[in-house]
C-alpha cells in the first residue's frame, strides 16, 4: 500500500477486522458459552465498527508521523487523538447496543466511556504503528529513487564532455587539412551541444527523437571519414515510439566507429536497427570493420567501448535493473556488433 493510494487500505482493514470479530466471537462462543447467534452479531459489529476509525486513525498518522523535529508536538496530537477515538467508539457502542446488545443491562454513557479509555488507545497506538511504517517504507523509497536518479544525472553528464572532447579532437584533425570540413563541423557541433542541454533533464525520449539527436554527430563523422563512413538505418516503423535512454546510440555508434572503421583504411558501413519483439525493444548497431580484438574477457568488461560504453552500461542498470541486456559480439560476415535490449514502451519510466 502506498501513501499515494490510501484507498488500499479499506480491503485489508475490512478483512483484519472481520477475521478478529470471528476469533472473538468464537472465543465467547466455546470459553463464555454465548450462542453462535450472539457472539456473531456482538463480536462482529463491534470489530467491524473499527474499520472506519481505524482507516481515519492510518490518514491521522501518516499526515502528522513523528519526526524528530516536532516529535513533542506531533505526540501531543496524537495523545488528543486517541482520547477523541475513545469518545467515538463510545458514542457508537452507547447508540447501537439497545440492538446489538453488547451489554445484559444497558450501562451509562460514562461507564461505556471509561471502558473505551482504557482499551481504546491501544488499538490507537497500533494502527500509528502500522502508519509509521507505512510512512518510513514510502520515505526509503522515495530517497532510493532520488539517489537513483542522481546517479543516473551524473553518468549522463559524464557524457557530454566525452563526446565533446572526441568530437573537437576530430576537428582540429581537420582545421589544416579541410578547413571548410572543420566549419561544417563546427556548426554541427553547435548543433549537437544544443540538442543535448535542451534534453539535459531527460533519461528517456522516443527512439525517433533519439535517432534525430543523433544525427548531427553522425554528419560529423561524415565530414571526418569523408567517403570512407556509410551509415544505414533499419528501422521498424512500430519501434519509432518507443521509449530509449536519451543518448544511448551515441556511445554505441562511436563504439563501431572508433574501434571497427577507424582502424582499417577501407570504407566501413554502421548499420542501425530497431525492432520490437514481444515485450522488448531490440536495438543494434552494427560494423563491418576489424571486429573484435580483445580477449572474451575484454570484452566482456567492455573495454573495446571504453568509457562511453561503460557508461552506458551503467546508466541501463539504473534506468532497468536487470531487465535489459548489453551484448558485444563479433557480427555475422565480419566487423563487430553491439545488440541492446530494454523493455518496450511507449511513455517515460516512472
Known amino acids: 500500500m502506498s501513501l499515494r493510494r490510501p484507498w488500499q487500505a479499506w480491503p485489508a482493514a475490512f478483512a483484519y477486522w472481520?477475521?478478529?470479530?470471528?476469533?472473538?466471537?468464537?472465543?465467547?462462543?466455546?470459553?463464555?458459552?454465548?450462542?453462535?447467534g450472539h457472539a456473531l452479531l456482538t463480536s462482529l459489529t463491534a470489530d467491524v465498527l473499527w474499520v472506519p476509525v481505524s482507516i481515519a486513525i492510518l490518514q491521522f498518522g501518516l499526515r502528522f508521523p513523528l519526526e524528530r523535529r516536532h516529535v513533542a508536538s506531533r505526540a501531543a496530537l496524537h495523545v488528543a487523538g486517541a482520547l477523541v477515538v475513545?469518545?467515538?467508539?463510545?458514542?457508537?457502542?452507547?447508540?447501537?447496543?439497545?440492538?446489538?446488545?453488547?451489554?445484559?443491562?444497558?450501562?451509562?454513557f460514562t461507564d461505556v466511556l471509561k471502558h473505551a479509555l482504557l482499551s481504546n488507545p491501544f488499538v490507537y497506538l497500533t494502527v500509528l504503528g502500522v502508519a509509521h511504517a507505512l510512512y518510513y517504507a514510502d520515505q526509503l523509497r522515495l530517497r532510493e529513487t532520488q539517489l537513483a536518479r542522481a546517479q543516473l544525472h551524473v553518468l549522463k553528464a559524464q557524457l557530454h564532455p566525452h563526446f565533446l572532447f572526441n568530437t573537437l579532437n576530430s576537428i582540429s584533425a581537420l582545421v589544416h587539412r579541410d578547413p571548410q570540413g572543420s566549419e561544417r563541423?563546427?556548426?554541427?557541433?553547435?548543433?549537437?551541444?544544443?540538442?543535448?542541454?535542451?534534453?539535459?533533464?531527460?533519461?528517456?525520449?522516443?527512439?525517433?527523437?533519439?535517432l534525430r539527436s543523433l544525427q548531427p554527430y553522425l554528419d560529423i563523422q561524415g565530414v571526418r571519414f569523408a567517403d570512407r563512413l556509410t551509415v544505414k538505418q533499419d528501422i521498424a516503423k512500430d519501434a519509432l515510439g518507443a521509449h530509449v535512454p536519451h543518448?544511448?546510440?551515441?556511445?554505441l555508434v562511436e563504439n563501431a566507429i572508433q574501434h571497427g572503421i577507424a582502424p582499417g583504411s577501407e570504407p566501413g558501413t554502421v548499420t542501425l536497427v530497431a525492432r520490437r519483439e514481444g515485450p522488448e525493444l531490440h536495438l543494434e548497431v552494427r560494423d563491418d570493420g576489424i571486429g573484435l580484438k580483445e580477449s572474451p574477457?575484454?570484452?566482456?568488461?567492455?573495454?573495446?567501448?571504453?568509457?562511453?560504453?561503460?557508461?552506458?552500461?551503467?546508466?541501463l542498470v539504473q534506468l532497468y535493473g536487470g531487465a535489459h541486456r548489453l551484448e558485444l559480439r563479433d557480427a555475422v560476415g565480419g566487423g563487430t556488433t553491439v545488440a541492446l535490449a530494454i523493455p518496450f514502451r511507449t511513455e517515460p519510466a516512472p
Open 18 to 36: 472481520t477475521l478478529a470479530g470471528l476469533a472473538a466471537a468464537s472465543e465467547a462462543h466455546s470459553v463464555g458459552g454465548t450462542g453462535w
Open 86 to 108: 475513545s469518545f467515538i467508539r463510545a458514542g457508537m457502542i452507547f447508540s447501537l447496543d439497545p440492538w446489538v446488545g453488547w451489554y445484559a443491562q444497558r450501562p451509562g
Open 185 to 210: 563541423m563546427i556548426a554541427r557541433l553547435s548543433d549537437l551541444l544544443r540538442g543535448t542541454l535542451e534534453a539535459a533533464g531527460t533519461e528517456e525520449v522516443p527512439l525517433q527523437e533519439e
Open 247 to 251: 543518448l544511448v546510440l551515441q556511445p
Open 297 to 315: 574477457a575484454d570484452v566482456s568488461r567492455g573495454a573495446r567501448g571504453g568509457r562511453g560504453l561503460r557508461i552506458t552500461r551503467e546508466r
